[in-house]
């Protein structure tokens, strides 16, 4: 889905600019719109149909990375390029929501699959966090350009968390939604009992039941490999806005794991908002509103910034 276009036809993108830009306020959603976004979207944009994925080859890897993208309108704008979480796909709710918010405030914005999820396919089982980190990295270096803010949801709040170590000239902020750096060993290794121990040893895998569909293969492969790749065990200078959302009621990674990121963290301007009530997904009407806000919020800082506002 093009999402100015789509935008053009509910009414929302015309001659005037759908936010509100000053030097005093910077970028602001303009409520009504927001409204109508987020109610067009709910009411019929989730069952739109979505643009063909392009393909970037993961030069580390050999395996095809499908992505969609769309550029900013004018080249003082960060782009986001959104990271989605274990076993999920560039087509789920956060993901396709925030292409609206991200067009209406003209920025360009990227999604795509890492290996073994969506539509780049590949065994699921092959996939570690370095592996998916490549992936990040991959599209970060070779599909975007100019400052970008990361955003990650669960398990891609880790790999937000690692590319933005990496790659730290390309950062314009971070947003976590519900971020779970280290689940493999905060999360998964101490709920390992004796007899999952030995499955492990025997099979390499094990199948840990899901409340989201079928049952989450959990490999030796990814439990040693999530130990390379642990960042809460020290302290990280991290130059750009950070914001990190996450719901009190999450059920699956609980709000301490923001906790713990933001005190990893060494920014000069970090933030952790608790939704009440809030599950992990954080996929409701309140909490796409949050992160739309968000989104306007860093996007103003980084302008700010540049020095082009």
């Known amino acids: 889905m093009d999402g100015s276009s789509e935008l053009e036809r509910v009414g929302v993108v015309n001659n005037s600019n759908p936010y509100t830009g000053d030097a005093g306020r910077g970028f602001v959603l303009d409520p009504a719109v927001l409204d109508r976004l987020l109610a067009d979207f709910l009411a019929r944009g989730q069952s739109l149909p979505d643009s063909a994925p392009a393909y970037e080859v993961n030069s580390t890897y050999g395996h095809r990375i499908a992505y969609r993208h769309r550029p900013a309108l004018a080249a003082n704008l960060p782009g986001i390029l959104f990271i989605g979480g274990f076993r999920s796909a560039m087509v789920g709710i956060k993901a396709r929501w925030l292409d609206h918010p991200a067009a209406a405030l003209g920025l360009g914005y990227t999604r795509f699959d890492p290996l073994g999820h969506g539509e780049t396919g590949g065994t699921f089982e092959q996939g570690d966090i370095s592996t998916w980190l490549s992936d990040t990295l991959t599209v970060l270096d070779k599909v975007t350009q100019g400052p970008q803010i990361l955003i990650g949801s669960s398990m891609g709040g880790w790999l937000m968390t690692l590319a933005a170590l990496a790659r730290t000239e390309r950062l314009a902020g971070l947003i976590g939604i519900a971020a779970a750096p280290d689940f493999t060993a905060r999360l998964i290794e101490p709920r390992l009992t004796p ?7 025997k099979d390499g895998v094990f199948y840990r039941a899901s409340a989201y569909g079928d049952p989450d293969p959990i490999t030796a492969r990814l439990l040693a490999d999530g130990q390379k790749n642990l960042i809460l065990d020290g302290e990280h ?8 959302l996450h719901g009190t009621e999450d059920a699956d990674v609980p709000y301490d794991c923001s ?8 920014s000069p301007d970090l933030r952790v908002t608790l939704l009440k009530g809030g599950d992990h997904r954080l996929s409701h009407s ?3 509103t949050v992160l739309a806000q968000t989104l306007a919020e860093l996007t103003s800082e980084s302008v700010k910034k540049s020095g082009n506002f």
């Open 195 to 201: 007899a999952l121990r030995d499955v492990l040893a």
């Open 237 to 244: 200078e991290m130059p750009v806005p950070v914001r990190l």
């Open 259 to 266: 906790l713990a990121l933001a005190q990893s963290l060494k």
């Open 286 to 288: 309140r909490d796409l």
